[in-house]
């Protein structure tokens, strides 16, 4: 009875530590994600850490030197609008989710993010990165980040 009794303790209090896991899908499509682990150029998710570019005192980070070079020269690509709020967000300041695809979207807040969560999967979003959308950069491999030429025809 006494291990029954501790066995059920120690569930109850695990519940919350696997909730907040960060990897978790947030209402079953989103998962929030770590801005290192984006290239906010392209708005991709990948396994591997990206390249951390400082700009104005805030890092953003990139996946080649050309997203560096754009990033740091265009302030327009460090800004991302609120799916939620439609209101203008700095991608360094940003909460990140990710869908299933490897796709990001910036948030204001974390309020936002299960907002935007608790509704359908939007479509794809990046037409304009030519056939990169149909990668899947998540799963690219892990010993070399993408070199321009990877993806030139998305800048």
């Known amino acids: 009875m006494k291990s029954l009794m501790l066995t059920m303790i120690m569930a109850f209090m695990a519940f ?10 947030v209402d079953g499509w989103l998962k929030p994600v770590e801005a290192k682990y984006v290239c906010m150029m392209n708005d991709k998710l990948f396994e591997k850490e990206q390249i951390a570019i400082e700009v ?3 890092t953003y980070y990139g996946c080649c030197e050309m997203c560096r070079d754009m990033l740091s020269k265009d302030a327009a690509n460090r800004m991302a609008t609120d799916p939620v709020s439609q209101k203008p967000v700095d991608k360094a300041a940003a ?7 490897g796709m990001t979207y910036y948030f204001e807040n974390e309020e936002n993010l299960h907002t935007f969560a608790k509704g359908p999967m939007p479509e794809m ?5 030519g056939g990169m959308d ?4 998540v799963k690219a491999p892990a010993e070399s980040q993408a070199t321009p030429e990877d993806h030139k025809e998305h800048h």
């Open 134 to 137: 149909k990668a899947d950069p």
């Open 125 to 129: 979003k990046h037409e304009h990165m």
């Open 95 to 101: 909460v990140i989710g990710a869908d299933p695809h």
């Open 16 to 25: 919350p530590a696997m909730a907040a896991d960060p990897t978790t899908p």
């Open 56 to 58: 104005e005192g805030k």
